[in-house]
């Protein structure tokens, strides 16, 4: 069993090439050659000593996920599925904008959280990624593009943990992927161009804050506890004041930031004016510096749910807009693909159904998320 160098970060790069008796110096230009250079073949590593190269290939390896489907739509966006072995599939998306690249990227197979609105929470939960898993998504999509484009320049600019997955539900494997995405010998994006997205486990944003502050999101979706123990079943553990709270705090480690709230529009569940004004005096009452972010529910046959319909969710922005809260609503993106960031449908278990059923889906993607 040989080691999957995409696992490390820069620190467990370095401790790896301690225990081989290399120089710290030595990682550092390994890291280069995996995140920067896009190489997986030792031999290519030109600059790394002979001795180094043959070391490294009995007992390591950069393994990237296989691809199963990659779907481009018409406006650029891109859309891939990864196989990550035992019939459990994961996607990932790219999606271009005039001012951005954002790749959106998946943190575990399944969900365990179970959101009402979400497919992924349908389906359940079948693993966690590693980190090498996670971190693999960017680096193909990042190198994979480069060689289309024929640069050497950095095509995505900004990274969403709005894939499949509870991110804060899988910390361990998470922050060595985001340093690693900060890292300037790695993808060397700053933090407010990392988003994490969140349904609110609300120890780890704490955690978070201290390790990583990047960017937070955090999935709302209902102004009242009553309705949001429904929607997002984590609230029954972490209710809303305990996850304002949390929001707060997590200020405090990035104090000129902002939260990205964001609220899936559902059809006479949460999207009276009256919710509205009960969401806008949510956030005065702690007076949290927030962004609210609408998305247009994507519908699925299990949910029984169905999305607000244009002019409702134009009033309900206007009704946050006028308390003085920035309020954007998410668009629509590879509509043609069927892209479907943060809703990957499918059966873990069966990988055909899996790719099937995502590719009848719609994707929203996030816009604005972060600066
Ligand atoms: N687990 C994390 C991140 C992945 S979900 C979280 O919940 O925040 C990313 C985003 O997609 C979340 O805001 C989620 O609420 C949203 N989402 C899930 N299912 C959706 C659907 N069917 N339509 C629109 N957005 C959805
Ligand atoms: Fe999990 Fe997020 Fe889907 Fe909820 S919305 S089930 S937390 S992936």
């Known amino acids: 069993m040989t080691v999957n160098l995409l696992d490390y970060d820069l620190d467990g790069l370095t401790v790896f090439c301690e225990g081989l008796g290399e120089k710290a110096f030595r990682a550092k230009q390994l890291y280069r050659w995996i995140h920067q250079k896009g190489a997986s073949d030792f031999a290519q590593m030109s600059d790394l000593a002979k001795s180094l190269r043959e070391k490294l290939t009995g007992i390591a390896h950069v393994s990237p996920l296989k691809v199963l489907t990659e779907q481009k739509s018409s406006d650029g966006t891109i859309k891939w599925l990864f196989d990550v072995g035992n019939g459990d599939a994961v996607e990932a998306v790219f999606i271009p904008e005039d001012d951005r690249n954002t790749l959106c990227i998946s943190s575990q197979a399944g969900c365990a959280v179970g959101c009402r609105f979400c497919s992924t929470g349908h389906q359940g939960f079948s693993r966690n990624l590693t980190t090498g898993e996670i971190i693999a998504q960017l680096w193909f999509a990042e190198h994979t593009i480069r060689k289309v484009k024929g640069t050497e320049d950095r095509v995505i600019s900004n990274v969403v943990m709005m894939g499949m997955g509870e991110p804060l539900q899988n910390y361990a494997a ?168 943060g809703q990957l449908a499918g059966d873990v278990q069966d990988r055909t159904a899996a790719s099937e059923r995502m590719a009848k889906r719609r994707v929203v993607m996030m816009q604005k998320q972060s600066a």
Do not use: W
């Not at 390790?211 to 949001?228: G, I, N």
């Not at 949390?246 to 902002?258: I, M, S, W």
């Not at 972010?293 to 006028?322: H, M, R, T, W, Y």
């Open 174 to 341: 998470l922050v060595p992927a985001l340093r690693t995405m900060l890292s300037d010998h790695g993808y060397g994006l700053s933090r407010r161009r990392v988003t994490v997205s969140t349904s609110g486990v609300v120890p780890m944003i704490d955690k978070l804050a201290q390790d990583c502050p990047v960017a937070l999101a955090v999935s709302l979706h209902a102004p009242t506890d009553v309705l949001r123990d429904d929607l997002v079943p984590l609230n029954r553990k972490y209710p809303l004041k305990e996850l304002l709270e949390a929001c707060e705090r997590y200020l405090q480690a990035a104090p000129r930031d902002f939260i990205t709230m964001e609220y899936c529009m559902l059809q006479g569940v949460n999207d009276s004016p009256e919710q509205a004004k009960q969401l806008a005096q949510l956030v005065k009452n702690v007076k949290l510096p927030v962004k609210f972010n609408l998305i247009p529910f994507n519908p699925f046959p299990q949910s029984g749910l169905l999305c607000s319909a244009p002019k409702v969710v134009a009033e309900f922005a206007k009704i946050l807009q006028d308390a003085g809260i920035v309020t954007t609503v998410r668009k629509t993106r590879g509509d043609d693909i069927d892209a479907a960031c």
